[in-house]
């Protein structure tokens, strides 16, 4: 569990400290928030091209050896930003090596916890792992006070770098080997069910990212001061991180429905980026806490649903959906940066807060697929005997 908290932080960190520093890095190397908007698209874009692919290497190789893989990507990654951006193109060239980290480094973990977290503590451990993803938010931005404006921001991704490294020796363990052949069959035929729950994850990411990427630079445009701005990011992380966690330990205690679920958090989750349209404090810190607490804490348990419903192939089943996500990560940004730029961030808001709305019904939708494949339906009825708990029935 720790080595997957440990790589999953580490493999993401790049795109989260240059969208934290976001006021510094922008002021030195010329950018906006539409600039802000195609680096972080380039990214997400990249992440969803080599989504697939890693998921074959982690299925291949293992989750150790792709792990590890991930984390050297993301050292290099932040590294460059440091100590080589000096325009806005070569900012956004470090940030396509750092896709890659992210792809192998996601589906590396869910690999390994599937495959050694019992299954009856797999909805916490998912949970567990993905908040690492809002710690990484609240490093960035904790980072602004603390390190961006004293000692530079150049300095926050060179401690990163040497953070990251420590990862290295904590990477999972996990076994190689092609999948049987008989759920291979199960999953190319659930494939579609897949993609339909990962096209709702691509309208949630695309709405939902845009939290981390763009409330810094949103407070600041709405007269909140950069350390306050950057500040109000860390406690959204603090609240999508304990939102995360609960979300697996209350999965654990299923029985099944947790796309549904995801689903009802979705929808729920638009009230947050349609509070941070108003513009007021207080409705920036309810925003934040609504946004993270709901909209942006689904991700380890959508990832704990499609493991659970095909645990031979888990990297393989989680990189179809996990391709949706980063598509999401690759329109949202856009869109959002050009309707901020050319309208205003109010605007850009309540674009999020429908894109939310839209996820939740088509989670319903994939869900409904899902459950009417036999291979998917044997599946769960598996995992509902593996998961309970010693001494129980």
């Known amino acids: 569990m720790v080595a997957a908290i440990a790589v999953t932080t580490a493999t993401v960190m790049p795109v989260f400290l240059v969208s934290g520093l976001v006021v510094q890095i922008g002021a030195e190397l010329g950018f906006t928030a539409a600039g802000l908007g195609l680096a972080v698209a380039a990214y997400f874009g990249t992440s969803a091209l080599t989504s697939v692919p890693s998921g074959w290497l982690v299925e291949r190789f293992g989750a150790r050896v792709t792990s590890q893989a991930g984390v050297l990507l993301a050292v290099a990654s932040m590294l460059c930003i440091g100590l080589g951006a000096r325009s806005y193109a070569t900012l956004v060239a470090a940030l396509v090596i750092g896709a890659g980290a992210n792809a192998l480094g996601q589906l590396a973990t869910n690999s390994a916890l599937s495959r050694h977290i019992p299954a009856h503590r797999q909805g916490l451990s998912f949970g567990l792992k993905q908040a690492a993803i809002p710690a990484a938010t609240l490093i960035a931005g ?36 092609a999948r049987p052949r008989r759920e291979a069959g199960d999953l190319d035929r659930a494939t579609a069910a897949l993609v339909v729950v990962g096209t709702g994850g691509a309208f949630a990411a695309a709405s939902a990212s845009c939290l981390g990427i763009f409330l810094v630079d949103s407070a600041v445009d709405q007269g909140v001061g950069a350390a306050a701005a950057g500040l109000t990011l860390a406690f959204g992380s603090i609240v999508g991180v304990t939102a995360r966690v609960l979300a697996g330990w209350l999965a654990d205690r299923r029985s099944g429905g947790h796309i549904a679920v995801v689903a009802g958090m979705l929808t729920a989750g638009a009230l947050g ?25 689904w991700p380890g348990l959508l990832n704990f649903a499609v493991v659970r419903l095909h645990p031979a192939a888990p990297a393989a089943a989680t990189s179809i959906t996990q391709a949706g996500i980063y598509v999401g990560g690759f329109v949202g940004p856009i869109g959002f940066g050009l309707l901020a730029a050319s309208g205003s961030y109010p605007m850009a808001w309540l674009a999020a807060a429908a894109g939310l709305v839209i996820a939740g019904s088509l989670m319903m939708l994939g869900r409904r697929m899902l459950r009417a494949h036999p291979a998917t339906r044997a599946a769960a009825q598996r995992h509902r005997a593996a998961a309970m708990p010693p001494g129980a029935g």
Request: net charge positive; hydrophobic share 65%.
């Open 142 to 177: 904790a980072a602004v006070p603390g390190v961006a404006l004293t000692v530079g921001w150049r300095w926050a991704f060179v401690m990163a770098a040497a953070l990251a490294l420590a990862a290295m020796a904590a990477a999972p363990r996990g076994q190689a080997g």
């Open 273 to 297: 980026p349609a509070l941070l349209a108003v513009g007021s404090t207080t409705t920036l810190l309810l925003g934040t806490a609504v946004g993270y607490g709901l909209g942006w804490a």
